[in-house]
């Protein structure tokens, strides 16, 4: 904890340059942390699958979503996880940028719908991860989301008791399973509470299914999910390099 106090002190000290481009930002800027060439480069998802925001196949349902848990409704993305959104990730999660959590949620704020009243909760660390990061990352941008909607954040309904792989290197079932029976849930204040999970990154959806599904098992019914960026899909792709 202390280690990471003074990790966010000494960003504080150092002259401003952009996360993403290295560029030096004028300490004028109200956030000089993301330059603002490249917030213009941060590209915003379009609407898609009504259930998971995904951009629907040319026929069909939705595949994507097809195996998420009863109880996740929605899911919400801002911005696709482009060059300027992964610079942004990774320098609040692993070195320390915590005031990155502000600019990364007024981003979602300003694309994402008043989700009107409702829990906020951050999709929680093992305990261990917790210990060497000294913070979530996930919990530093509900708080930051939650200041900017009026609405609470709740670190307390959910819990993570198992100690996950990394995700990166996982096929997208390897995912399912590494994340599977991961989270504990206490039960729901009131029948009609309402969470809404809160992450950096979506990938696959493994994470926010497997949360959702141990909420749902408690007797959460009404469950939605944001999170700053989503991984490009291949079609996605293909039309950004075009
Ligand atoms: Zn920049
Ligand atoms: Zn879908």
């Not at 141990?214 to 700053?228: D, N, P, Q, S, Y």
Request: proline content about 8%.
């Amino acid at each position: 904890m202390l280690t990471s106090a003074l990790v966010a002190l000494e960003r504080l000290l150092l002259p401003n340059s952009c996360v993403a481009c290295g560029r030096v930002v004028a300490a004028t800027t109200p956030d000089a942390l993301v330059c603002a060439a490249c917030r213009s480069r941060l590209r915003p998802v379009p609407a898609g699958c009504d259930r998971c925001g995904q951009p629907l196949p040319p026929v069909g349902p939705c595949r994507f979503c097809r195996d998420w848990p009863a109880g996740l409704d929605w899911v919400t993305s801002a911005v696709w996880l482009g060059q300027e959104a992964r610079a942004m990730i990774h320098h609040l999660k692993y070195e320390g940028y915590t005031r990155l959590g502000d600019t990364v949620a007024e981003r979602m704020a300003l694309v994402m719908r008043h989700p009107g009243p409702a829990l906020l909760v951050p999709i929680p660390l093992g305990a261990g991860r917790l210990r060497q990061r000294g913070y979530n990352q996930a919990a530093v941008i509900a708080q930051a989301l939650g200041r900017f909607w009026r609405i609470p954040v709740d670190r307390r309904t959910l819990a993570r008791i198992r100690e996950t792989k990394s995700q990166t290197e996982l096929t997208p079932a390897e995912r399912a399973e590494n994340v599977a029976r991961a989270f504990v849930a206490a039960p729901p204040p009131r029948r009609q509470s309402r969470i809404i999970l809160v992450d950096d990154v979506l990938t696959t959806g493994a994470t926010l299914a497997a949360a959702a599904a141990a909420l749902h098992e408690m007797g959460w019914t009404r469950i939605g999910a944001v999170t700053f960026a989503r991984a490009l899909p291949f079609v996605v792709r293909l039309e950004l390099a075009r």
